[in-house]
């Protein structure tokens, strides 16, 4: 049994058991479970605090987890990344009141700092050679510059709408993070072979949620242009179709380059483009 942590309750916990599901992994997910496991793949789920994970992990507690990069940097920089997950993007920043002056890090010198990630805001301020007043907190640390009990802040921000509503801004960027699967450094043989068996799945998951499968008709002397601009995965797909003169053209284009691709198959002559999600892609 490979042995798998993830959040209990948090913003992690849904896309967490969302990736193992499209890896085809049924979890028997009981109400106020702390362990389940799995019908059909040798997997057990421990649901877990997400503050508590890297010393599970350290301790071979667990076999593997998955958990915010930002958590790696705080209290895991021992724990190395499998693999990057593609959810909860955020970046942790140092935030100050919104009316206040800030011209270089230097203005951080001797203030109070409130934050979760105690260890992450030390080591960037030694690394800029700046000395300030640390103090944790373990939530709303938004709030804490207007009951004036400190002049910032290090935290998440993703959309930015929890600095906006307290009157914050945002000055410095410490770190990006995603979700990652992370390993013990006690995983035994026969585990570390299930986990690359759920790597394997993982990685063709991920692959897919990158891609999507495009179908299009183009008249036949329009086909080598369209060509061109769509690689596909080894190469489009061009078949007939019942009207003389005209092909149908099957390919996979990346997510990120989605619609700049479909403006360019449009001025070289593409018609009745269809786009469909990729449930698994296995190269
Ligand atoms: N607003 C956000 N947008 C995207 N990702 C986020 C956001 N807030 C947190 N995260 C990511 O999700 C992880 C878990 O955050 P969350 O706030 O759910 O848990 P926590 O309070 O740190 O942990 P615990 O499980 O111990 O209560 C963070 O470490 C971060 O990587
Ligand atoms: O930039 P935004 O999109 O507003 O997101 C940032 C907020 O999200 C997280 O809090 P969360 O909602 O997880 O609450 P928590 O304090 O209970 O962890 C984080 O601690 C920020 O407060
Ligand atoms: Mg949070």
């Known amino acids: 049994m490979l042995k798998i942590a993830i959040q209990k309750s948090g913003r992690l916990n849904e896309d967490s058991l969302k990736i193992l599901k499209d890896s085809g ?3 028997d997910n009981g109400i106020d479970q702390l362990k389940a496991s799995a019908r059909n793949f040798p997997i057990e789920v421990l649901y877990l605090r997400n503050g508590d994970i890297p010393q599970y992990l350290r301790d071979g507690v667990v076999d593997i987890a998955i958990i915010g990069e930002n ?48 260890n992450t805001v030390k080591n960037f301020l030694a690394d800029k050679g700046v000395n300030a007043d640390i103090h944790l907190i373990n939530g709303s640390v938004e709030i804490a510059p207007n009951i004036g009990l400190a002049d910032a802040i290090v935290d998440i921000v993703s959309s930015g709408s929890t600095l906006f509503k307290n009157n914050l801004k945002e000055v410095e960027e410490i ?33 897919a949620r990158k891609s999507k499968y495009v179908l299009l008709n183009a008249p036949n002397d329009k086909v080598d242009n369209i060509i061109k601009i769509l690689p596909g995965m080894r190469s489009p797909t061009v078949l ?9 053209i099957h390919s996979v284009i990346n997510e990120e380059t989605f619609w700049e691709v479909i403006d360019e198959l449009k001025n070289n002559g593409a018609e009745g483009i269809l786009i469909c999600p990729i449930e698994k892609m296995v190269l």
């Not at 990006?176 to 998951?205: D, G, H, N």
Request: overall charge positive; hydrophobic content about 40%; some cysteine.
């Open 175 to 207: 770190l990006k993070s995603e979700a990652v699967l992370t390993v013990s450094p006690k995983i035994s043989k026969e585990s570390k072979e299930i986990l690359e068996k759920l790597q394997f799945r993982i990685q063709s998951v991920l692959k």
């Open 71 to 118: 958590l790696l940097v705080e209290k895991g920089q021992d724990l190395p990344i499998v693999e990057k997950l593609g959810f909860s993007k955020c970046r942790v920043c140092v935030a100050i009141p919104k009316n206040g002056v800030y011209n270089s890090i230097k203005d951080l010198e001797g203030k109070k700092i409130a934050t979760s990630y105690p």
């Open 25 to 27: 992994i049924s979890i």
């Open 240 to 248: 007939p179709l019942a009207e003389e003169g005209w092909s149908s």
